[in-house]
């Protein structure tokens, strides 16, 4: 039998008491945090509540969820949506989790909501800093996406010696020579939240041209979306230790590369990157600018780069770990059920076209040519 507590808050006040009570001692992925989960309520979904696990000291494991409706059935998700990867419960690194208590942690959420056909927990990591995913004991199954990182355990030139490294230093050169030819490159980290807002439109600027052309749904269009991510970078901008942070490579005065990254620990999360579609794209900004932030973050002294879910060749060409993550589908009602065995079919459905060589450039190269009409 559990031995935890288990509550559902919704109240803002205490949703804010329970975060500060486990304020530096929980581990928590990028987006389970008290900072995003406030700001995705505000700007958002204001329809948020903590799914909480608690002993007689307080909260072991914070769950956020966000609430609003998928077609016919209404479910809780984490905050963030597609934005959020690389999850992980906002839990206490000795806090014992029962699958008992995890149970009783489903019926309180089905009890104060009962209106919840479905909880979606996606894109999770099994383990975080050496530490078990709890939420992976019940209903479970893998992700189309998995996650790829690095160690940088040895530092940067050892990092290079197993990664292509001439090759990469090479290019490297090459960048740098257009970079100068078009009048000088400096890389900026946000230490202001007007230059964090900044840098931040410049990135949705780039991502809209980019989902435009490749066909791609706009992730960030939904209402309040835009507002969230300027806020969030924006609170995170100079903090030490940073826990959330957006950088640039401008060249020639201009923005040709941002990326926005979150800390956990030892170990830093990209949450994404955007590229200039313009006359010095042939020349690598992107790939400029993870060479150099991932040299400064072996200089900081930290142990795992991640970039993320999703396999792409020049996640690859870096990477020396990879991670499936996990989604926990549960129906809580008999609608949610059915919803649920839907949604696991469709998910199979594209990790093998995700993994099939030939099938996923197909696509993509569809995708593209559909949009264009």
Not at 289 to 301: H, P, R, T, V
Not at 302 to 313: Q, R
Request: a positive charge; proline letters at 5%.
């Amino acid at each position: 039998m559990g031995r935890l507590k288990a509550e559902i808050l919704a109240n803002e006040a205490e949703i804010a008491a329970a975060w500060a009570k486990v304020a530096g001692r929980s581990i928590a992925g990028g987006s389970q945090t008290e900072a995003w989960c406030r700001l995705w309520r505000r700007h958002v979904n204001a329809d948020c509540v903590l799914a909480l696990l608690r002993d007689e000291s307080g909260p072991v494991l914070i769950l956020p969820l966000a609430i609003h409706r998928h077609g016919p059935v209404r479910v809780a998700a984490l905050p963030g949506g597609k934005h959020a990867n690389c999850n992980f419960p906002a839990l206490l690194p000795d806090a014992t989790v029962a699958t008992e208590d995890l149970q009783a942690l489903l019926a309180a959420l089905h009890r104060a909501r009962p209106d919840i056909d479905a909880l979606l927990v996606e894109r999770q990591l099994p383990e975080l800093h050496g530490v078990s995913n709890p939420l992976l004991r019940l209903n479970v199954r893998p992700n189309p996406n998995v996650s790829l990182a690095i160690s940088l355990q040895g530092g940067f030139d050892a990092l290079l010696q197993r990664s292509s490294g001439k090759k990469k230093r090479k290019n490297h050169r090459n960048s740098q020579h257009h970079f100068t030819a078009a009048g000088g490159h400096r890389l900026v980290v946000a230490d202001t939240a007007q230059e964090a807002r900044e840098m931040v439109g410049s990135y949705l600027a780039f991502k809209q041209e980019q989902f435009a052309k490749a066909g791609i749904r706009n992730t960030y269009a939904p209402a309040g979306v835009r507002d969230f991510f300027e806020e969030l970078f924006a609170a995170g901008a100079g903090q030490t230790p940073p826990r959330y942070e957006v950088k640039a490579l401008e060249v020639g005065g201009k923005y040709r590369a941002v990326m926005g990254k979150s800390f956990s620990n030892d170990t830093v999360f990209i949450d994404f990157i955007g590229l200039a579609q313009d006359e010095l794209s042939s020349a690598s900004p992107g790939a400029f600018l993870f060479f150099e932030d991932i040299k400064s973050s072996c200089e900081a002294g930290l142990a795992i780069y991640s970039f993320g879910v999703g396999d792409e060749p020049y996640k690859r060409s870096w990477s020396d770990l990879l991670t499936p993550t996990y989604d926990t589908n549960i129906g809580l009602t008999a609608r949610g059920r059915l919803y649920v065995v839907w949604r696991n079919l469709r998910a199979d459905l594209i990790r093998g076209i995700k993994t099939n060589d030939t099938l996923w450039p197909r696509v993509k190269r569809l995708r593209a040519l559909l949009s264009r009409r």
